[in-house]
C-alpha cells in the first residue's frame, strides 16, 4: 500500500476477522440467551472468505493461486491433522464402550483422587510425553479425551490441556520443528537444540504452577489450594526441565520431551507413594463420588488395571514407533500391489509459483507446495493401528465395533469441516504473503529485536497453527535479521521457536482439536471456541512476553548462556 503501517493493518484483517467472529461477535442461541462468538464453523468460513478476497486485492494473488492455496490447506487439515484427531477419538470411544475406562479411571485415583495432581500427571506429563512422540495437535486430543473422561468438564479439559501443551512443544514429534529450524536457517542442529533447552526448562518449571492455578481458580478456589501441592509441582517441573535442559543439550532435539514425558511422570508416581496432599481438591459437586471410587478401587484385580490400560499402551507404542523418522522412511518405501504408500502430488497453480525472497529467504527462490498423501506413515495411521489392535484385544463384538465407528463419526464430522476451513485459511496467508507482511513489522524494532524475536514465533504459530511451519516461514528472517542487528543468530532463530511454544494454545487448529476431544456434542463443541479462546489469550501472551524479557536478557545481560558453536 505504499505505507507500511497500512499494509501491516490489512494483511492482519484476515486474522482480525477470525478472531472477531469467534470470540467477539454477539448473537443469541434459540433460547434469547446472549453470547459472544459465533459457531467455530461459521467464523471460519467467513474469515476464509476474507482472507481469499484479501490476497487477490491486496498482493494480487491469481484466483487461481489463491484457490489452490486454500484448497492445499485444506486437504492438510484433514489429512494428516483430522485423521490424527479422528483415530485418537476412535481409540478413546472403544475403551468407553468396552467399559475399560472406567477401570483407567479408578486406577488413576487410585494414585491420588486430588485434581490437582491429576491435571499435572495427565495434561502436563503424559501431554508432553505425546507432544514427543507426535505432535500436530495430539497430546491436547489424547489427553483433553483422558480428562473429560476422569470428570472434568469439557470447557476446564480443553484449557488446561491447551496452557500444558506449551513447554514441550519447541521438541515435539521427535524435534521436528529444531529440526526444521536448523534447515532453513543453515544454522547447527545441535547449537539450536541447545539454546531452546536453556530458554524452556525455565517454563518447565513455570507452567505446572501456572497450570494448577487456573484450574483452582477456574473453580473458584485460593491460592492456600495452589500451594498446597507444590511438592507435587516441584517434582513435577523440575523433573521435567532437567531432563529436558540434559537431553536437548548432551543428546539432540529428537528424545527430549519423550525422555522428559517418561521421567517426570515416573517422579510424581514415586513422589505420590510417599506424600500426598493433605486436603483434597474436588470439583463441585464430586466429593462423595471421588471418596466412593477410592473405596471401590480395591474391586480391581492387577490383571484387570493392566487390561484397561494396554490400550493406552498400544497408543503410547505406536505414537513412539511412529515419530521415528526411520520408521517413516521404511513405511513411505512400501508399495502394495501398486499401491504407493505415500504419493506426492505437485498442487496445480501453485507449485513453483510463489517465489519466497530477502529478507524471508537468502535469495529469491521458487516455493513448492506439493501435498504429501502418506496415508501409512501419518501419525493418525499408527494411532489407528493402536486402536483396531485395541478393539481386537479387547474382543469387541460387532455391536460395539458398530457403536464405536458411529459414535466417532458423529463426533467428528463439525471438526473436520472447521480444521479443513482453519488450515485453508492459514496456508492461504502463507502462500499470498500476508503473513510475511506482518512479520517484516516486527523487524523495525531496533534494540527490542530480541523480546520481539520471541513474539514474531508467537505470531508465526498463531497464523500457522505449527511451531514447525512457524520455523518454516520466519526461521530464516530471524537469522538474517539477526546478522543486521549484530545479535546472536543462534538465539535469535532459536527464540522462534521457544517464542512460538506459546501460541500453540490460541491457534484456532489447536483450539478446534481441544474442543473435538473434549465435547461429545459437536455444536456445544462449536459454540464453545470462543469461549476457549477468551479463557486461553491472556495465559498465551503473559508466557509470550515473559519468553521476550528472557530472550532480552540472554542477548545483553546473560550472553554466557548462548551455547558455542562453529559455523
Known amino acids: 500500500m505504499g505505507n507500511t503501517f497500512l499494509s501491516t493493518l490489512l494483511a492482519a484483517v484476515p486474522i482480525l476477522t477470525l478472531l472477531y467472529f469467534l470470540a467477539v461477535h454477539p448473537h443469541k442461541d434459540k433460547l434469547g440467551r446472549r453470547h459472544h462468538g459465533i459457531a467455530a464453523p461459521k467464523a471460519a468460513f467467513i474469515a476464509a472468505i476474507v482472507t481469499i478476497l484479501m490476497a487477490i486485492w491486496l498482493v494480487d494473488m491469481p484466483v487461481s493461486s489463491t484457490l489452490a492455496a486454500f484448497g492445499y490447506g485444506s486437504l492438510f487439515g484433514i489429512m494428516p491433522i483430522g485423521w490424527i484427531i479422528v483415530a485418537a477419538m476412535f481409540l478413546y470411544t472403544i475403551t468407553l464402550v468396552t467399559g475399560q475406562f472406567d477401570i483407567v479411571k479408578s486406577s488413576v485415583v487410585s494414585l491420588s483422587s486430588d485434581r490437582r495432581i491429576q491435571t499435572l500427571l495427565i495434561a502436563f506429563s503424559f501431554g508432553a510425553f505425546i507432544e514427543g512422540a507426535a505432535g500436530f495437535g495430539t497430546p491436547v486430543a489424547i489427553a483433553g479425551a483422558l480428562m473429560v473422561g476422569m470428570g472434568f468438564r469439557p470447557l476446564v479439559a480443553a484449557v488446561l490441556c491447551l496452557i500444558a501443551n506449551t513447554a514441550p512443544v519447541a521438541f515435539g514429534a521427535v524435534g521436528t520443528p529444531i529440526i526444521t529450524l536448523a534447515n532453513v536457517t543453515g544454522l547447527p542442529e545441535s547449537a539450536l537444540s541447545a539454546m531452546a533447552g536453556r530458554q524452556l526448562p525455565f517454563f518447565s518449571i513455570i507452567v505446572p504452577f501456572w497450570l494448577i492455578a487456573t484450574m483452582v481458580f477456574m473453580h473458584k478456589g485460593k491460592w492456600k489450594q495452589v500451594i498446597e501441592v507444590w511438592p507435587a509441582i516441584v517434582v513435577t517441573g523440575a523433573s521435567f526441565a532437567l531432563t529436558q535442559f540434559a537431553v536437548s543439550n548432551y543428546i539432540g532435539p529428537m ?31 464430586e466429593e462423595e463420588e471421588m471418596k466412593t471410587l477410592e473405596v471401590q478401587e480395591s474391586q480391581y484385580s492387577r490383571g484387570q488395571v493392566v487390561k484397561a490400560w494396554t490400550p493406552w499402551a498400544f497408543l503410547t507404542l505406536f505414537v513412539f514407533l511412529w515419530g521415528l523418522p526411520q520408521w517413516k522412511t521404511f513405511l513411505n518405501s512400501l508399495n502394495f500391489f501398486g499401491l504407493k504408500s505415500i504419493y506426492n502430488i505437485p498442487v496445480p497453480y501453485l507449485d513453483q509459483l510463489v517465489f519466497r525472497g530477502p529478507p524471508l529467504a537468502k535469495e529469491s527462490a521458487p516455493e513448492a507446495a506439493v501435498y504429501a498423501l502418506n496415508w501409512l506413515s501419518a501419525a493418525g495411521t499408527g494411532v489407528f ?15 460395539q465395533w458398530k457403536l464405536s465407528v458411529v459414535r466417532t463419526a458423529q463426533r467428528m464430522k463439525t471438526p473436520l469441516i472447521t480444521i479443513a476451513l482453519v488450515l485453508g ?21 531496533g534494540d527490542l529485536y530480541p523480546f520481539f524475536a520471541a513474539m514474531l514465533g508467537w505470531l508465526g504459530v498463531f497464523l500457522t497453527g505449527s511451531d514447525t511451519s512457524s520455523n518454516a516461514l520466519f526461521g530464516n528472517m530471524q537469522r538474517i535479521t ?49 469461549p476457549i479462546f477468551r479463557a486461553v489469550i491472556f495465559h498465551s501472551i503473559a508466557l509470550a512476553v515473559l519468553m521476550g524479557v528472557l530472550v532480552m536478557l540472554q542477548a545483553y545481560v546473560f550472553p554466557w548462556m548462548i551455547p558455542t558453536y562453529t559455523l
Open 255 to 285: 528424545l527430549v520431551d519423550i525422555v522428559a514425558g517418561i521421567v517426570s511422570m515416573l517422579a510424581l508416581i514415586l513422589l505420590l507413594k510417599v506424600w500426598q496432599p493433605k486436603n483434597k481438591f474436588y470439583l463441585p459437586g
Open 385 to 399: 493401528f493402536a486402536a483396531i489392535l485395541s478393539g481386537l484385544f479387547l474382543r469387541l463384538s460387532k455391536e
Open 425 to 445: 485459511l492459514g496456508y492461504t496467508t502463507r502462500y499470498s504473503g500476508l503473513d510475511a507482511i506482518l512479520g517484516l513489522a516486527f523487524t523495525k524494532t
Open 482 to 530: 539477526a546478522d543486521q542487528l549484530g545479535l546472536d543468530p543462534v538465539l535469535i532463530a532459536a527464540s522462534n521457536s521457544t517464542g512460538g511454544v506459546m501460541g500453540k494454545m490460541i491457534d484456532a487448529q489447536s483450539i478446534v482439536v481441544a474442543t473435538a476431544a473434549c465435547y461429545e456434542d459437536r455444536n456445544e463443541g462449536a459454540n464453545a471456541v470462543g
